[in-house]
């Protein structure tokens, strides 16, 4: 086992990481380790992403100790990328993370200077700045290259033969070619954020910024003819905790009243509700998906004004109740009754073919899934009908009765390739009450819907 | 092109004068005592006489909506979750045999009683419901008169029909415009004696502004989007399904 990092006290005592734990202990007895969690790693990584969003929306992990953030245009608010480096470095500490930082035209050249000395001048960095193969880096310093100046000065056709990537490294390294970074969160079509000089310790006074924000976008989604389907609102916390409320919309929409309301549905909808802590300094904004949305026009017929305020309704009970609460059913493509109908979100129009002339409903309005078993069933002929059956601890006297209507099992879809078939009855009580009842094999009856 | 002629039938028994704010179901006798119909736009209130007849209620309940909603708005099913398994769950083959397009039909499922009204009051305020079916699991005392009251008020602005399906006799006053305990009744009987079209014995316990009337015998017409009235021998006879099924 090694040391793959030590604390500020265990480096004054003279222990680095690689050290053996052995040797480690050997050398300062009241060693306390512990043993590498790169869950924990990535999850805290994953958290310090997340609150870099308050910089730029290109932010990138580095695993497992790093990451890049793509200022491109965001540095306006700051003055300078040192100014965002000190704050994000005093965040950082206040958490208890040390940090260095540093940048760069290229996040080669960002990672350089952070990871190997703030050189003003690329070409001072070691070698090892440029992280290629430890062998190639071994055998660079054999050569007498100390400094990626040194490698800069011989030609590069030559490196390229000798080591592989290890020019395209170099001029990466030199803000020769600038690559673009995976962001953790690609950079929403729209977006609107606004940080505080000091944070503000009330929820609602951080929802009346977001309601600037929505205008705000909404602006500049009209501007483009577009409309939201998804806003995330996400509130910073001075802490560096980060709350996010994210919106969908049925319909593309720039309605700054309607999301509003969505959002304010959202977070009365919270199971906890919103800590501030000690209070919030930035409220962002992203309109995450946008899609085509013609400008308004004047005079809608009533028609397509129902549409809409259905669309309104659907979309303000998705976001209190889950969209999986909200649904529509479809015909299903099968003639065993618990598939004969599908699911379907709200915002769906199923095609379902009307019902024969003069018939009377041949299937039940409520079907009972799973079907339930029911007892006592007297039936005359093995293969007729019943005449008294008992369920939910009642008897009921059958007068009225159609059936069997066979419903074979789907051989073709099952792997065993088998399942019985059911027999299905249509049966009326003495008082009227019409049941759907199956009989399976010989004797097994179950009660599979009740009819209006 | 079927639903146009539903609509034309419709608009035959919907009263005249007005916006129709009240719509025939189609048994005189009961839509005299009705004062021309059910009115929409109000909160009616209704529930099975004995727990058996959950499906007979479900089915009215619906067909109500039905007439309230027209052949074209839209209905939302506004249901408790925790009571949907026993009595099973709303099956689509089974909405269109009672000439409810499950197409126009929106399920909403809330989680217990009182999200389930906070969902009412939305969606009876809502322009774009025509009528609304809420069923709550069991009898809550959250549902009230103030709860009632609110619910109308609702309705009254949106011209919503609210049809709450209570799972048992309330027991306790109400806001509602009318009441209805409902059961199956027998059916006329098919060919062979197969059960036939829906039936229902509906009494109208109480209406505001209006005497209760006795139980009748209704019988659904899918084809027509009406009830006829059973108890008259006249109109079991000539619309009875022995004749529409030979």
Do not use: K
């Not at chain 1, 958490?95 to 290229?106: D, L």
């Not at chain 1, 059936?403 to 019985?420: L, T, V, Y």
Request: proline fraction near 9%.
């Amino acid at each position: 086992m090694r040391l793959t990092a030590v604390g500020r006290a265990a480096l004054q005592a003279g222990l680095t990481p690689g050290l053996t734990l052995a040797d480690a202990r050997a050398r300062a007895p009241a060693l306390h380790a512990v043993e590498r969690d790169r869950a924990a790693e990535a999850r805290l990584l994953g958290r310090i992403v997340a609150g870099c969003a308050r910089y730029t929306p290109a932010v990138a992990a580095e695993p497992p100790d790093g990451l890049v953030l793509d200022a491109t245009g965001c540095l306006e608010p700051w003055g300078d990328a040192t100014a965002l480096a000190d704050d994000l470095l005093d965040r950082l500490a206040a958490g208890g993370v040390a940090a260095r930082a540093g940048h760069g035209g290229t996040p080669q050249a960002a990672r350089a200077r952070a990871r190997f000395g703030d050189a003003p001048d690329l070409r001072d960095l070691p070698v090892a700045a440029l992280e290629a193969a430890p062998d190639v880096t071994t055998a660079l310093r054999r050569a007498g290259l100390r400094t990626v100046g040194d490698l800069a000065r011989r030609p590069r056709a030559l490196l390229a033969a000798r080591f592989g990537d290890l020019a395209l490294r170099l001029a990466r390294l030199l803000e020769e070619e600038d690559p673009r970074i995976t962001p953790a969160r690609t950079a929403p079509p729209v977006a609107a954020s606004r940080r505080f000089a000091e944070p503000i310790g009330r929820v609602e006074d951080a929802f009346a910024v977001l309601r600037d924000l929505v205008a705000e976008a909404a602006v500049t989604l009209a501007e483009r003819q577009q409309g939201g389907r998804l806003f995330a609102a996400r509130l910073f916390r001075s802490d560096g905790h980060v709350a996010a409320l994210r919106v969908a919309t049925g319909r593309p929409t720039r309605d700054p009243a309607l999301v509003m309301r969505l959002f304010d549905e959202r977070l009365a909808a919270l199971a906890d509700p919103l800590d501030p802590g000690f209070g919030f300094d930035a409220v962002r904004l992203d309109v995450a998906r946008a899609e085509p949305l013609a400008p308004a026009q004047e005079g809608l017929d009533a028609p397509a004004d129902d549409r809409e305020a259905l669309g309104d309704l659907l979309d303000r009970l998705a976001t209190r109740l889950g969209p999986a609460r909200i649904r529509r059913l479809g015909p299903g493509d099968s003639h065993i009754p618990e598939c004969a109908e599908e699911v379907l979100p709200a915002g769906t129009a199923p095609a379902w073919q009307p019902a024969g002339e003069g018939e009377p409903p041949l299937r039940p309005l409520r079907l009972l899934h799973p079907p339930e078993p029911v007892e006592a069933v007297l039936f005359e002929t093995p293969d007729g009908p019943p005449a008294r059956f008992r369920w939910a601890g009642i008897d009921f006297r059958v007068v009225h009765e159609e059936g069997p209507e066979r419903i074979a099992a789907e051989w073709w879809r099952r792997r065993d390739r088998g399942g019985q078939p059911r027999d299905y009855f249509r049966v009326e009580d003495e008082a009227g009450r019409r049941f759907w009842l199956f009989r399976r094999g010989q004797a097994a009856w179950f009660l599979h819907g009740l009819f209006a | 092109m079927p639903e146009s002629a539903r609509l034309v039938h419709s608009s035959c028994h919907a009263t005249s004068g007005g916006a129709s704010l009240r719509v025939g179901l189609g048994a005189d006798a009961l839509d005299r005592a009705l004062n021309g119909g059910l009115a929409r736009g109000r909160l009616h209130e209704l529930w099975p006489a004995h727990p058996s007849d959950l499906g007979a209620a479900t089915g009215f309940a619906l067909m109500l909506a039905r007439l309230a909603a027209g052949p074209t708005g839209t209905i939302v099913y506004l249901a408790e979750a925790r009571g949907a398994h026993r009595a099973g769950a709303l099956h689509g083959p089974g909405l269109v045999e009672i000439g409810v397009d499950p197409a126009r039909l929106v399920l909403v499922e809330a989680p217990d009683a009182r999200e389930l009204l906070r969902v009412a009051a939305d969606v009876v305020r809502s322009p774009a419901v025509a009528a609304a079916v809420l069923a709550p699991a069991r009898p809550t005392p959250l549902l009230d008169l103030t709860a009632g009251r609110r619910l109308t008020l609702f309705a009254e602005r949106s011209g919503a029909t609210a049809l709450l399906l209570a799972a048992a006799d309330p027991a306790q006053p109400s806001a509602a415009a009318t009441r209805w305990r409902v059961a199956a009744a027998p059916s006329v009987p098919l060919d062979a004696g197969a059960p036939g079209h829906p039936a229902f014995l509906a009494e109208l316990v109480r209406q505001r502004g209006g005497p209760p009337a006795p139980p009748a015998r209704l019988e659904w017409r899918r084809d027509l989007a009406r009830f006829t009235d059973l108890s008259q021998p006249v109109a079991a006879v000539a619309g009875g399904g022995r004749v529409a099924r030979a």
